[in-house]
């Protein structure tokens, strides 16, 4: 009964207000409202079509102000939090939906039109009464890849940028080192047509259910979007482009693009950030191409934080627990950056240096003047055993020096095997703290235990693994875990990294495996991490073929890997070498 009253009191008051009178019992609200709205602005862009804006101001502005506009192709209604935040702290804010996305006009194809169109828009905001002629740019993964595709344009009053978890096509989109995987379609689904299509992105035993149609069926994947339902002439064209050419170059800033940027950069990203490869490929980029000048106004932070985390970060993320500083007020820190670019204010506090990371297990920030500042030393470890690696009971070995065991170790993957993946969960809430993959690799990979640490030790950066394998087969999937192993026997993921085989030169010429030759692959991808590891823990290292309902499956044929099926399968009997003339080792970045 009381809320039945309480709905009816609520109904009361909303029709006293349409109807201009005050509710018994309740006091004219005499505040003033916070900002104010226009409400779909059309905002022309060079080929005549207009993109869609709802423009947030401070109310009853009085002079012109810095605009700030998110570019995405979820609906600008998903921020608009966002926008009234930076509008009551004196910032103009636009919410523009991307072409053929909202209610913008034109047809959307990912990735594609937004450098152009986001230069259009940045001219035309900086032409509005209320524009001071200063213009930037706010969003994170789609909308952080916006920002350094508007930037490679060059729009002369784009004053900064700001990009969190910004996904770099070619790279870590619609797929990551050549691996493409169930979630662009996923992906491409929730920005299909003009609606938001949230419940249905988010609908993960849906998908799950899906991925696993394809997965026990051995069917292409380039049928996965008529498997969903949803064909896609976006996907389609994507699996038509397993590497990063020409059409996802068009997307990026060249190296000259990346030689003229002059404005101040704040890059943001995490360490389970799914796009971090990108955010660090930008900076990457930007380091060495840059010049000297702009590199010094380039900051970089690296946070505890998952992706959705590089923008509002949580004290949890899979399963791990972090301190109280891991929670940053990002939107303060946005508002710090732009009032010191753009309003002539203080420099934000906490950017003591150009590289800010968090230390996870000190539970504190740590500064560096540059990447290559963070770690002075390197910790080289030998993989090595007496014939058994086989799994984390029978586990090979990883010693800072080399063994005098077996040369070798092996296993076998059968992509017909479908036990791995249907070991899987179709959701992991702590997935960094769960053993369950290392537990079900069924004999299709190998795992190596190092020595228990002595002292508490910090690894921050990037994981080097080279590999000496040989196999029978001209192509295979292959990935690699680190893992801190806690003295009571717990697990935390450290890093991964995966590689196709034919790729293993160059990600963008396929080179066959030379079949039953001993040849080097160098897993140079691993995510960025930075860790105490604790007194008594110890490192596992786990190398497998990938078999897994969320991955593209490689049926080791050789041929176009997204037209694959269970008929094209070849079992792959891959040998691990580690003898005299081959040592596989794997580095770390250590800080002393």
Same mark, same amino acid.
Request: charged residues 20%; proline residues 6%; aromatic residues 12%.
């Given at each position: ?34 900002? &104010? ?87 035309? %905001? ?76 988010? +609908? ?14 051995? %069917? ?8 969903? /339902? ?39 990203? /995490? ?28 900051? %970089? ?16 993320? !899979? ?6 500083? +891991?929670?940053? =007020? ?78 070798? &170790? ?20 702590? !997935? ?86 001993? =040849? ?16 008594? +823990? ?27 099926? !269970? ?26």
């Amino acid at each position: 009964m009381r809320r039945i009253f309480s709905v009816l009191a609520t109904v009361a008051i909303l029709m006293a207000a349409w109807c201009g009178a005050t509710p018994v019992g309740k006091a004219q609200e005499k505040a003033e409202p916070a900002v &104010d709205l226009k409400w779909a602005v059309k905002i022309p862009v060079r080929d005549g079509v207009a993109l869609n804006a709802t423009v947030f101001l401070p109310h009853a502005q009085k002079e012109p102000l810095p605009v700030v506009f998110t570019f995405t192709p979820y609906i600008g209604d998903s921020y608009t939090d966002r926008a009234i935040y930076f509008a009551k702290h004196g910032y103009v804010y636009a919410l523009v939906d991307v072409r053929g996305r909202g209610n913008s006009g034109g047809e959307f194809e990912p990735f594609v039109n937004d450098g152009r169109d986001g230069y259009d828009v940045v001219e035309w %905001l900086a032409k509005q009464s209320y524009c001071n002629g200063k213009v930037t740019m706010w969003g994170g993964s789609y909308a952080g890849f916006d920002q350094w595709s508007v930037l490679k344009e060059f729009p002369p009053h784009l004053a900064t940028i700001v990009p969190a978890a910004a996904a770099h096509p070619g790279l870590d989109f619609p797929f990551q080192y050549n691996l493409f995987g169930p979630y662009d379609e996923q992906w491409l689904t929730f920005t299909s047509g003009v609606t938001s299509n949230g419940a249905l992105f988010g +609908s993960s035993g849906f998908w799950a259910s899906k991925a696993r149609e394809m997965y026990n069926g051995h %069917l292409a994947f380039q049928d996965y979007d008529k498997i969903v /339902g949803n064909p896609s002439k976006v996907f389609q064209k994507w699996v038509q482009h397993p590497t990063p050419d020409a059409y996802y170059d068009a997307m990026i800033p060249t190296p000259e693009n990346y030689k003229k940027i002059s404005v101040p950069i704040l890059t943001i990203t /995490g360490h389970y950030d799914g796009d971090q490869p990108g955010a660090f490929e930008y900076y990457k980029r930007h380091m060495k191409y840059g010049s000297e000048d702009a590199k010094a106004k380039h900051y %970089l932070i690296i946070g505890p934080w998952d992706h959705a985390g590089t923008r509002t970060p949580r004290a949890e993320v !899979g399963g791990l627990k972090f301190g109280p500083a +891991s929670l940053v =007020d990002l939107n303060k820190l946005h508002q710090e950056w732009y009032d010191w670019v753009m309003k002539g204010g203080g420099k934000p506090e906490f950017l003591k240096k150009r590289v800010a990371y968090y230390l996870v297990g000190a539970e504190e920030w740590k500064y560096a003047d540059s990447l290559e500042a963070v770690s002075n030393a390197k910790l080289t470890l030998y993989l090595g055993s007496n014939g058994a690696a086989a799994d984390v009971f029978h586990a090979g070995e990883l010693k800072e020096t080399r063994g005098a065991g077996a040369g070798s &170790d092996k296993w076998t993957y059968d992509p017909l095997d479908t036990r791995p993946g249907n070991a899987e969960t179709d959701d992991e809430p702590a !997935g960094l703290t769960s053993q369950r993959g290392v537990l079900n690799l069924f004999g299709e990979g190998v795992v190596y235990s190092g020595e228990t640490f002595s002292a508490p030790t910090e690894i921050t950066g990037f994981v080097k693994l080279t590999l000496w394998l040989a196999m029978d087969v001209p192509d295979t999937d292959l990935a690699a875990e680190l893992y801190e192993i806690l003295p009571d026997g717990g697990s935390v993921e450290l890093t991964s990294a995966a590689m196709r085989a034919r790729y293993r030169n160059s990600p963008r010429e396929a080179s066959p495996v030379p079949v039953e030759k001993t =040849d080097k692959y160098v897993f140079d991808n691993f995510t960025f991490f930075s860790r105490r590891i604790a007194k008594g +823990s110890r490192l596992r290292l786990a190398i497998h073929s990938i078999n897994s309902i969320n991955a593209e499956k490689n049926y080791n044929s050789g041929g176009v890997v997204a037209a694959e099926t !269970g008929k094209d399968a070849k079992t792959a009997h891959i040998t691990l070498v580690h003898d005299g003339e081959h040592a596989s080792v794997l580095e770390l970045p250590v800080v002393k």
